[in-house]
């Protein structure tokens, strides 16, 4: 092994728990800093410099085109180099300001976010460093489909669900039924608000699934990824609007919260490609965090070097703007009216003979479980002689309120209603 890898593993070791939570790939990446990055570092300053691979105008400062740089008012030095494979420190020191500003629960250290390139990103890097070939990646049945390709695809795990519902609120006795099995790590996946129901817990059920990890965690290394891509979105009172990460970040020293969220949804930035990967675990201390650090930096190096610059400068500009705040209310507040809408057409129009929708009260989604019809030919139908588009999704369709203008909620729902009755 190589003794970068050995000096990150000393101190993950002198944490009771976490060592053994890492993956083979896990166990042996680190991140190079004695390589081309310590030695390009070192020379930072220096009158000639002939270490870094990027070109340098004569006058120093990155070169650039004009006719790129015109398009952006950031100066050249925060659009153009490489950002580091970290992530920039002053954005990634400014998310975990904010996680902590909106997770108030959250009591305790955490690692300093890295920047990865998206959440999809991130969570396949949580993969690379926790997930091995053949592991069980627990989560509910209802979940984002690219999972499959992430996790199982990717690095050789089995994902094995448990039904996201009993009754109308969350299965929190399927989870601990899973942890319940045989096996001396479990890894867990949760997704709040959920991708594709649009289902986030209670703050009843929220203790209920804490408690569920916590008590495995007795007796089994846990590791929780918590993906929050929709973080922020709840509509109702009742419903929990923290990460479970607040909890879990300090629930037991063999239970490794890795919390992955990011701009994406959060800040109306999809095509930015900026998320983050946090860690929270009980006794962790600044070294197994930068540990932690130094292995996820290593992942990405070795897989797409580093994220956009450009995207990290404009978010952290935006989010130290005096309107930042505002901006995000009155979008919320869009969505959140979006929301309302289909509620209202759901109680003032009676459409239980054709379909009855799934608990939902967050997020950009909700589902709908058809009562005869096949959803493929609703959905086919639905585009020919409707002009409609919603995504089948199983045996449900999935429709994306967010993306629909308030006006139209009522007339999405007459068009699935009367597919429903022709397909
Ligand atoms: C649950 C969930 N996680 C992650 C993502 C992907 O985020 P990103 O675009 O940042 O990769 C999505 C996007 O649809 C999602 O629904």
């Known amino acids: 092994m190589n003794p970068q890898a050995e000096e990150l593993n000393s101190a993950l070791k002198k944490h009771p728990s976490l060592f053994p939570m890492l993956s083979e790939k896990g166990k042996e990446i680190y991140f190079p800093k004695k390589g081309i990055l310590g030695q390009t570092a070192e020379a930072k300053g220096k009158r000639i410099n002939a270490t870094i691979g990027s070109a340098v105008r004569d006058e120093g400062g990155p070169m650039f085109l004009q006719s790129i740089k015109s398009l952006v008012q950031l100066p050249a030095q925060d659009v153009f180099p490489y950002a580091p494979s970290y992530g920039r420190k002053d954005l990634r020191e400014t998310w975990q300001k904010m996680i902590v500003k909106k997770n108030p629960s959250l009591k305790t250290a955490i690692s300093l976010p890295v920047v990865a390139a998206g959440l999809t990103h991130g969570l396949s890097m949580a993969g690379y460093l926790f997930v091995d070939s053949g592991d069980e990646i627990i989560l509910p049945d209802r979940f984002w489909g690219n999972y499959n390709l992430i996790f199982e695809n990717a690095y050789g795990a089995k994902i094995t669900t448990f039904p996201l519902f009993s009754d109308e609120g969350f299965n929190a006795e399927g989870l601990r039924s899973c942890l319940s099995k045989p096996g001396e790590k479990k890894i867990v996946l949760l997704n709040f608000p959920n991708n594709p129901t649009g289902y986030t817990p209670t703050k009843e059920e929220r203790q209920e699934i804490v408690s569920a990890l916590k008590e495995a965690a007795q007796s089994k290394k846990i590791v ?200």
């Open 224 to 423: 929780v990824f918590l993906d929050d891509a929709y973080f922020g979105l709840v509509y109702e009172n009742g419903v929990e609007t923290e990460s479970p990460f607040a909890w879990l970040a300090d629930c037991h020293e063999n239970l490794l919260a890795v919390k992955i969220d990011g701009g994406t949804k959060e800040d109306y930035t999809w095509g930015f490609r900026i998320a983050f990967i946090t860690y929270g675990i009980h006794k962790g201390t600044a070294e197994s965090y930068t540990a932690l650090e130094d292995k996820t930096a290593g992942a990405i190096r070795g897989n797409v070097s580093n994220a956009s610059h450009v995207s990290q400068s404009l978010l952290l500009k935006g989010y130290s703007s005096p309107t930042y705040e505002q901006e995000k209310k009155e979008a919320h507040g869009i969505l959140k009216r979006r929301y309302d809408a289909v509620r209202k057409v759901l109680k003032e129009r009676d459409y239980s003979d054709a379909f009855a929708p799934l608990p939902f009260n967050s997020g950009y989604f909700m589902c709908i479980q058809l009562k005869k019809a096949d959803p493929e030919k609703v959905r086919k139908r639905l585009l020919e002689a409707y002009d409609t588009g919603v995504i089948k999704d199983g045996n449900l369709l999935r429709v994306c309120f967010a993306a629909v203008r308030e006006a139209d909620m009522p007339t999405l729902f007459e068009n699935i209603a009367k597919a429903c009755k022709e397909a």
